[in-house]
Structures are given as structure tokens and as C-alpha cells.
């Protein structure tokens, strides 16, 4: 493959990690990778960008109050209209990273290939591996169609390793104006305040799910995650009853993470929650009923009530340290 | 205040799913059921055209075999009336595909907003939502958990890595709901009844006007190379805690030196 582009979200300019994941694949397979980024501090990302394999960064410059999807999709519909499609655009399974992808695909009449957790060279074309089913089937696949392909890649699918690429050439692209699709503005950011590692960052993460029986008892799951230096998580069902906030979610439409090890207490082990902790390299369940499907995935399976079996955990590991 | 709602009737998912072994697209035979992932956005737009005092709510779905057990379920909650989408040539169609399909009956509508979800539970793209805003030449707003409407725009908390933004968007446009946004009720006796002699229009690709190589498996370009089960974890060790438990989880922490 001759030229690769990848979707490189930056904050403050700072890449995030799938888009360093995404280069790592990128410059596995092709010579030329390039970068497609935007907003305020994307200068500063592009240094880390070329580190990470992008040899050229295309600046798409401060989207202000818009949402990122309609202009940036133009963006790239233009850039490939002045300099010929790149073989595939990779970008990674992200709130805005999905926006981009599906404006870009109806721009340009092209599918997007969605669910990939990994790639492979075969004959000059990539083929993809899609998680179907919950993640209990894989599915390979070739995009057929005229590049660029479309392909959106959850996180964790590849590692992200700087290759000690210098300073890449900054090019700087026009964010069309796209009317009408460019309606909604950004009127105020939250953020919820957090300490410790980041969820799909830390080595230890431990997960309440609706076992726990309602909201305070999600405490045990923090104090245990915070003795353990650990990230705490959740399943989807305790985040939808607002008894924490979603960015504590694991699994397919949470975050995905590949710890030392995962505590899971109460959590029935759904395949969209699996499919986004399976990676871990050790699995702890805590959970009263033994036919509980997340049983069937853990290395030391507990059957017993979380009430009982968390707060004697935490004193002994207290009493441990 | 017009809502229509686009909803996926899906095999049940508690059963087997699987793929045709030919043409690797899911196996949709028998009963399908509303997508549960759907019935967020039909609860949140019987919600909206209440508080906006007036309109009704269109359920748009695109299945096969015409079939329409799915769409009683909406109606049955409170959507005024349903259309619907089959036709032989929309077998094997991927999200790029729906949504050219969902995007040509959402103009016959011609509503003040759509709704759908964040992904569907049996083919979990996402994308089809923001490519039907494309196609309609509309703004949309993802991941909604919080979803407001005045006669002109649409005020929305949309999730992100660390929180959530407050966004605004005149309408018309499409916004996706998660699951958390409200609790959808469930159809009343009363409400089963009536859905019963709710109007489902029924439509086909061409009644759309739209050519059969630009959706359907046609439109797809992607060819399935295998399907193969993905790699099991296996079981370790499961105990039964008799008041000791801990103590096992301590010494498996030990030895793997996180403690
Ligand atoms: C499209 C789609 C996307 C989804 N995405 C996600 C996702 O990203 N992440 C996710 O997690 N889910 C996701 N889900 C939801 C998923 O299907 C499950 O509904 C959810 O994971 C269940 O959460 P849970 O295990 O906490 O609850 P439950 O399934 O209700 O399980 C609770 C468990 O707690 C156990 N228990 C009860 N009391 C005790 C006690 N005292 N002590 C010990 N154990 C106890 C029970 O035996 C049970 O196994 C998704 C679903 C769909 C359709
Ligand atoms: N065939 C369909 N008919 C109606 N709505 C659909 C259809 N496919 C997808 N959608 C809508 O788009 C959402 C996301 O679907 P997906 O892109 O499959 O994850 C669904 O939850 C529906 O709201």
C-alpha cells in the first residue's frame, strides 16, 4: 500500500492513544502515513504525531463551537479531491471519530467498515477483522469498493509504539464552511473531576455492575480500586441507572480495557460488557450466582455476595500494606 | 412538534444469532422483535411531542419480509403511525445503504426531528444515523443523554470522554439517544389494542425512487473473507465463598504481584 491516512484526535496537544494506535498499524503497512487532526494545539500534536510514524500532518485548524463531523468530513473530502484518496483512512471508534467517519462515508458514497480489531496485509489490500456477535465471532473482510477505504477501529486493537520518526511536514487544510449540516454549536463543556489513573490506562480496574444492589454500595468498588492504585469501572446497567457516570463504562459501548487485572463484583458477564475487558491479562469475578456467564471467562471465579466478600477484601488488604 | 423515530426490528437476541453461511449477512428468519436499543428514542419522542403540547410521533423502519411485529410494540407504546420498508432488493444492505433508504422516507415525513440510537443492538455499526443526517443535508447530535426541544432547536447533553457538552441544534435534525436518556414505558393493555389499527404505510425501493445498485448487498463493497469464533478465555479456578474467600483473592493478587 502506497499512502495511509489516520484520524488523529488531539486535546490540548496531546494525541490520544488510539490515534498513536492507529499509526502504528498505519506505518506497518504503508510508506506514506498521514495525519488528518484538528483543533487548538494541533501544532504541538503533530511532534508526537511524526514521532509515532506520520510523515505528514494535515492541519484542519480550530473547529471554534462546532461538533467536529460535518466540517472535518469536508475537510477530508477536499483534501482528497486536491490530492488523490489515500488507500484507507483509519480512524478509531471515538464519539467524534464516528461522526467524522459517517459524514465522510455519505460524502462520498463510500461504506465504512466498522467494529475492526485488527488488520492484515493480503495481496496489497488490508483485510479487516470485525467483532461480531458481542465479540464471540470474528469476521474477516476486504473493502471492495474505490479508496478510500473506511475504517473504524475500536481502541486496544493495535499497541501504540513511538518509531522515532522526526519532525513530520505540518500542512495546513481549509475547514469548509458546510452550512446547514454545521447547525449545532457547543454552548458549555462538563467535566466530571476524577483522580487516579484513567480507566482504560490502569493497571488495576475494578468493576461494580448492578449486583451491588444500588448506588452507595458502589463505594466498596472505589475504595478497593483506590487501594489498589486501580481505576474503578462499571457495567452498562449502573451507568444507565445514573448510579455512576458514563465515562466509567466498559465494553462495547464503553471504553475498552486491557488491565493486569480485572475485579469484576456483580456483573453478570453480558458479551458487551465482555468484549471490552476480555483482554485483561487476569480476571477476578465476584458474583452469588455460579452460572453467571462472566464465570466462564475468569481466572479465580468467586461465587458469593459482593456485600460480604468486598468489605473483607478491603481489610485485608488494608492490613496487607 | 413532528418526531419520527427510526427503529431496527432485529431478531431476538436472547436466541441464537447467526450468519448465513452464503452470503455471511445475519439470518433474519421468523419474528423479529423492536430493537430494545430503540425503544429509548420512541419513549424520549412520546415525551417530547407531549411537552411541545402537540404533533405526533412516525416510527421509520427498514426490514424484511415486511414485517412489522416490531413496530406494534412502538405503536402500541404511543406512536401515531408507522412506515415501513421492504423489499427484496434491501437484502445485505449495510448502514450506508439503510441510511439512503431511512434518509428518502424521513423526506416523504418531512419532521421537525428524528431520532434513533447510538447503535443498534444486533449490527452495533453507529454510523447509520450520521450518514441519514448527511444524506438530508441536516446537522445531528450524538450520544444524546439529555434531549430538550423548543419550536425552533434542540438542546442536548452529549456525552464525552470527560463529561458531557451541552449542544443546540435547530431543527430540523437527527439526534441518538443512549440508553440511560429515560425509561421507556411499557404498552399499556390499552395501548396493544390500539396499535393494532395504527396505519403502517408500506413502501418499496422504487415507490422511494430509489435505484436497487445503490443499496442492498450491491451497495455494500465488502467481501467476507471467514467467520471464525473468536478466542475463548478459558475458566480458571471457581470457589464457593465460605467466609474465606477473600483470603484467596489476596493470595491471587500476591502471585501476581499487584499486591
Ligand atoms: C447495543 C448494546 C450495547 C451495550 N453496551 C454495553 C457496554 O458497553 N457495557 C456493558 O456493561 N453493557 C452493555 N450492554 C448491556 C449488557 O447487555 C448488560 O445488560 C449489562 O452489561 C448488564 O450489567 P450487569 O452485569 O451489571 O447487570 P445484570 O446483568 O443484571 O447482572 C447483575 C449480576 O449481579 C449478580 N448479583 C446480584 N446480587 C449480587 C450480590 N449481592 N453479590 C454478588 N453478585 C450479585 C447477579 O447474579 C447478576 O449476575 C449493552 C447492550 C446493548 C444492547
Ligand atoms: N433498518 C433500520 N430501520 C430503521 N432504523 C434503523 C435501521 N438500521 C439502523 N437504524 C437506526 O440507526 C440506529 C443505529 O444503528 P446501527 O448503525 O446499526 O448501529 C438504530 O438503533 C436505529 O435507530
Redesign the interface.
Known amino acids: 500500500m502506497d499512502r495511509i491516512w489516520v484520524l488523529a484526535e488531539q486535546r490540548d496537544g496531546e494525541p490520544s492513544t488510539v490515534a498513536l494506535e492507529l499509526l502504528a498499524a498505519a506505518r506497518s503497512f504503508a510508506g506514506t502515513v498521514g495525519a488528518v487532526t484538528w483543533g487548538s494545539g494541533a501544532a504541538e500534536a503533530a511532534a508526537t504525531l511524526g514521532e509515532h510514524g506520520a510523515t505528514k500532518v494535515y492541519d484542519a485548524g480550530d473547529v471554534g463551537d462546532s461538533?467536529p463531523?460535518?466540517r472535518v468530513?469536508a475537510a477530508i473530502a477536499a483534501l482528497i479531491e486536491a490530492e488523490g484518496a489515500p488507500d484507507a483512512l483509519l480512524v478509531g471508534?471515538?464519539?467524534d471519530g464516528?461522526?467524522v467517519?459517517?459524514?465522510l462515508?455519505?460524502?462520498l458514497?463510500?461504506?465504512?467498515?466498522?467494529?475492526i480489531v485488527g488488520l492484515s496485509a493480503e495481496d496489497g489490500a488490508l483485510?479487516s477483522e470485525h467483532?461480531?456477535?458481542g465479540?464471540?465471532?470474528?469476521?474477516?473482510?476486504?473493502?471492495?469498493?474505490e479508496s478510500p477505504g473506511i475504517f473504524?477501529i475500536r481502541a486496544k486493537s493495535f499497541a501504540a509504539e513511538p518509531a522515532g520518526g522526526g519532525a513530520p511536514e505540518v500542512a495546513s487544510i481549509e475547514l469548509p464552511d458546510t452550512?446547514?449540516?454545521?447547525?449545532?454549536?457547543?454552548?458549555?463543556?462538563?467535566?466530571?473531576e476524577r483522580s487516579g489513573p484513567q480507566l482504560d490506562e490502569a493497571?488495576?480496574v475494578v468493576s461494580g455492575g448492578r449486583g451491588l444492589g444500588s448506588a452507595e454500595h458502589y463505594a466498596l468498588v472505589e475504595e478497593l480500586a483506590g487501594l489498589?492504585h486501580g481505576a474503578p469501572g462499571a457495567s452498562?446497567a449502573i451507568?444507565?441507572a445514573?448510579w455512576v457516570?458514563?465515562?466509567h463504562q466498559v465494553g462495547?459501548?464503553g471504553k475498552t480495557v486491557k488491565p493486569?487485572?480485572y475485579?469484576a463484583c456483580g456483573i453478570s458477564g453480558a458479551t458487551q460488557h465482555m468484549v471490552g475487558m476480555?483482554g485483561a491479562?487476569?480476571?477476578?469475578a465476584?458474583n452469588k450466582d455460579?452460572s453467571a456467564p462472566i464465570?466462564?471467562?475468569?481466572?479465580?471465579?468467586?461465587?458469593?455476595?459482593v456485600h460480604?466478600?468486598l468489605p473483607?477484601?478491603i481489610?485485608?488488604?488494608k492490613a496487607?500494606q | 412538534m413532528n418526531v419520527a423515530v427510526c427503529v431496527k426490528q432485529i431478531p431476538d437476541p436472547a436466541g441464537e444469532l447467526a450468519l448465513d453461511p452464503s452470503t455471511h449477512t445475519l439470518v433474519r428468519e421468523g419474528k423479529l422483535i423492536l430493537d430494545d436499543s430503540d425503544s429509548y428514542g420512541v419513549e424520549m419522542a412520546l415525551q417530547l411531542v407531549e411537552a411541545a403540547g402537540g404533533g405526533e410521533v412516525t416510527l421509520v423502519s427498514m426490514a424484511p419480509n415486511n414485517e412489522t411485529s416490531g413496530l406494534r410494540t412502538a405503536l402500541a407504546m404511543g406512536a401515531a403511525k408507522a412506515v415501513l420498508i421492504s423489499d427484496e432488493a434491501l437484502a445485505g444492505s449495510d448502514a450506508l445503504g439503510t441510511a439512503k433508504v431511512l434518509a428518502a422516507a424521513v423526506s416523504r415525513i418531512q419532521p421537525d426531528l428524528v431520532l434513533a440510537a447510538t447503535e443498534s443492538t444486533d449490527g452495533y455499526t453507529g454510523t447509520t444515523p450520521v450518514q441519514l443526517a448527511e444524506l438530508l443535508g441536516w446537522p445531528a447530535v450524538t450520544f444524546a443523554k439529555k434531549v430538550e426541544v423548543s419550536p425552533d432547536s434542540v438542546t442536548v447533553q452529549r456525552q464525552t470522554e470527560a463529561g458531557y457538552d451541552e449542544v443546540v441544534s435547530p431543527l430540523p435534525a437527527v439526534v441518538t439517544v443512549t440508553a440511560g436518556v429515560v425509561e421507556p414505558r411499557y404498552p399499556s393493555f390499552k395501548g396493544i389494542m390500539a396499535a393494532r389499527s395504527k396505519p403502517v404505510e408500506e413502501l418499496t425501493v422504487a415507490d422511494l425512487g430509489l435505484e436497487a445498485s445503490a443499496v442492498g448487498a450491491a451497495g455494500a463493497r465488502q467481501e467476507v473473507i471467514s467467520v471464525q469464533a473468536a478466542e475463548e478465555r478459558k475458566a480458571g479456578e471457581i470457589v464457593t465463598d465460605e467466609g474465606d474467600a477473600h483470603q484467596r483473592i489476596v493470595a491471587y493478587l500476591e502471585q501476581i504481584k499487584v499486591l
Not at chain 1, 464465570?295 to 455476595?305: K, W
Open positions: 461538533l463531523g460535518p468530513a471508534q471515538t464519539y464516528r461522526d467517519a459517517g459524514r462515508s455519505a460524502r458514497d463510500r461504506p465504512v467498515l466498522t467494529n483485510v467483532a461480531i456477535f465479540g464471540t465471532q470474528v469476521l474477516k473482510a476486504r473493502f471492495t469498493g473504524l452550512g446547514a449540516t454545521d447547525g449545532a454549536k457547543v454552548k458549555g463543556r462538563h467535566e466530571e493497571a488495576v489498589l452498562r451507568v444507565d445514573g457516570p458514563y465515562s462495547q459501548t493486569t487485572v475485579i476480555k491479562k487476569n480476571i477476578i465476584i455460579e464465570f466462564t471467562i475468569a481466572d479465580l471465579g468467586v461465587v458469593g455476595d460480604t466478600v473483607k477484601l481489610e485485608a488488604i496487607h
